[in-house]
């Protein structure tokens, strides 16, 4: 399966700044996802991410919040800004994997605390 | 609103018995179905999906699947202590959406030595 390297791993931050997330595959992929898992919650899709096209964000998230980029088939950054304590959570990025198509593999994840 | 339920736990068995975990899901067009390992500070880590009707069987995990009661169920035997974890159930939107996951909230294992 694919290989992905996220990075930060984790991070403190002050409100009112922004992180950028960014997340590297080891072979190209059509689509990269970005999800985030507050505490003691499952994980929600923030977004899908395709090369060459803006991303489609789920409800509840928007592009202002939460600006991702896609410069080529290997490479996606999320950034979150204007942070608050809201906003402290893990950030996850994945890909399909090999379980057929919708078997996604999960990068380390990005622990963002907000203070 | 597709929904995935999952019994929060924790879910508490001894080493070598046989745990049983279970996931509801309301989108009846639904098509495949997954079973994720969360450890305690780690991302999700697939192990085992399920597509059709019956049960699939890998190792020490059986996958088993029933569309008519929208319901999935991941049994696994012989436990272990490295088997402590959260276990994320994981359904498919199904429809133009089909690439789409959507998750349940998780259950919380437990195996005592």
């Known amino acids: 399966s694919a290989v992905i390297s996220q990075k930060p791993s984790r991070d403190i931050c002050q409100r009112g700044t922004s992180l950028t997330i960014q997340c590297q595959v080891d072979?190209?992929?059509?689509?990269m996802f970005w999800y985030r898992q507050q505490p003691g919650q499952s994980l929600t899709l923030i977004a899908t991410?395709?090369?060459?096209?803006?991303?489609?964000?789920e409800s509840g998230f928007v592009i202002d919040k939460f600006p991702i980029s896609r410069p080529n088939l290997t490479f996606s950054t999320l950034t979150v800004s204007n942070m608050s304590p809201e906003d402290s959570s893990i950030y996850l990025c994945?890909?399909?994997?090999?379980?057929?198509?919708?078997?996604?593999?999960f990068g380390s994840g990005t622990r963002l605390t907000v203070v | 609103q597709k929904e995935v339920e999952q019994n929060s736990g924790p879910l508490s068995v001894p080493e070598g018995a046989i745990a049983s975990l279970n996931c509801t899901y309301s989108?009846?067009?639904?098509?495949?179905f997954f079973w994720y390992r969360q450890y305690s500070g780690k991302s999700p880590e697939l192990i085992m999906f399920?597509?059709?009707?019956g049960d699939k069987e890998d190792g020490r995990f059986t996958a088993q699947l029933n569309k008519a009661s929208q319901y999935v169920s991941l049994l696994i035997r012989d436990s272990q202590p490295s088997d402590s974890a959260t276990y994320l159930c994981?359904?498919?939107?199904?429809?133009?959406?089909?690439?789409?996951?959507?998750f349940g909230k998780g259950t919380l294992l437990t195996v005592n030595p």
């Open positions: 994945s890909v399909q994997g090999e379980a057929g198509l919708y078997g996604y593999t």
């Open positions: 072979s190209q992929v059509t689509m």
């Open positions: 991410a395709n090369q060459g096209s803006e991303a489609t964000y």
């Open positions: 989108d009846r067009g639904s098509q495949s």
């Open positions: 399920i597509y059709s009707n």
């Open positions: 994981a359904v498919n939107a199904g429809g133009g959406s089909n690439y789409k996951l959507t």
